[in-house]
């Protein structure tokens, strides 16, 4: 069976860090593009980082460059966002999730690219 699986949320103040994992088991990431996705109350989800895994092409979205760096490990069929100076406008349930095609380069970090496999996303909460 395909599994992704996240972890690594929680409750922080604003300024705080995060890192959340994600592990894939049931398929290669190296033949993928994943990346992370979010969806905050009343908001639509949107696209925080992707990560092509053939070619290690990298997206973020305009929220957060600077602050969150996306990385793999490849060994561990695991990627990670690593989340700093979060902000409360950063509170969301994240999710990691595959693009629906395998055996490509980079594809944008659009939530209409990754219609793949998803998981069941961990809560982070920023707030004082």
């Known amino acids: 069976q395909v599994q992704l699986v996240e972890s690594g949320g929680g409750l922080v103040q604003p300024g705080e860090s995060l890192r959340l994992s994600c592990a894939v088991s049931g398929l290669a990431l190296i033949y993928y593009n994943i990346g992370w996705f979010r969806q905050a109350p009343g908001k639509e989800r949107e696209g925080v980082s992707c990560i092509a895994m053939m070619d290690g092409i990298i997206d973020y979205s305009d929220s957060v460059k600077g602050r969150f760096t996306i990385s793999r490990d490849n060994a561990k069929n695991t990627i990670y966002l690593q989340m700093n100076s979060l902000k409360p406008e950063d509170t969301a349930v994240y999710y990691c999730?595959?693009?629906?095609?395998?055996?490509?380069?980079?594809?944008?970090?659009?939530?209409?690219?990754?219609?793949?496999?998803w998981g069941r996303g961990t809560q982070v909460t920023v707030a004082s």
């Open positions: 999730a595959t693009a629906y095609r395998v055996g490509v380069n980079h594809l944008s970090c659009d939530t209409n690219n990754y219609r793949g496999y």
